[in-house]
């Protein structure tokens, strides 16, 4: 960060917070180019996050009580390492405020969350256009696993697979 911009304050998200997470998550989704794949609503949202089981935390950091930016992440579990460890969803700082230190902060905020939980990794993917993240997390240490590929089902694909019970 410059000497002119003080560091952002994290906080936790609140039930209070659905909608400001939602904008953020629209926010991201836009910035990626893939905003008509949000489907998410604030009362799924206010469920998943807030509901009887959380799936998922989130962290903003603010900069005179407003939300510059926020980190979206949930648990997993690595049977090689045999330890949980932590997933960043969404990571995103508001346009005005990149090159600042504010997802610097968010990231090492995550990173002290997964070494004092016990945990042992903190995992994350990465849109292979996104030059800028890619040199950012390049910087912070991050090794980019280029022989891993995402593999996702959902929709029709998903249901029949659901439905399948052929071997």
Not at 52 to 79: M, Q
Request: charged share 25%.
């Amino acid at each position: 960060m410059s000497a002119s911009t003080e560091p952002a304050v994290l906080r936790i998200a609140t039930t209070a917070d659905v909608p400001l997470i939602l904008h953020f998550i629209r926010l991201l989704a836009r910035y990626e180019k893939l905003e008509h794949h949000v489907v998410a609503t604030e009362e799924s949202i206010r469920e998943c996050l807030f509901g009887p089981r959380p799936y998922a935390e989130v962290v903003f950091a603010e900069l005179d009580g407003k939300a510059v930016g926020f980190a979206l992440f949930f648990p997993t579990f690595s049977t090689f390492v045999g330890r949980p460890g932590i997933y960043l969803e969404d990571l995103y700082v508001v346009e005005e405020m990149r090159g600042k230190g504010v997802g610097r902060q968010l990231l090492s905020h995550l990173a002290r969350l997964t070494v004092e939980r016990g945990w042992g990794r903190l995992d994350w993917a990465v849109l292979d256009w996104n030059a800028p993240a890619i040199g950012f997390y390049t910087k912070l240490g991050a090794q980019m696993l280029t022989d891993w590929r995402i593999c996702r089902l959902t929709g029709a694909s998903l249901e029949a697979l659901a439905r399948s019970d052929r071997v």
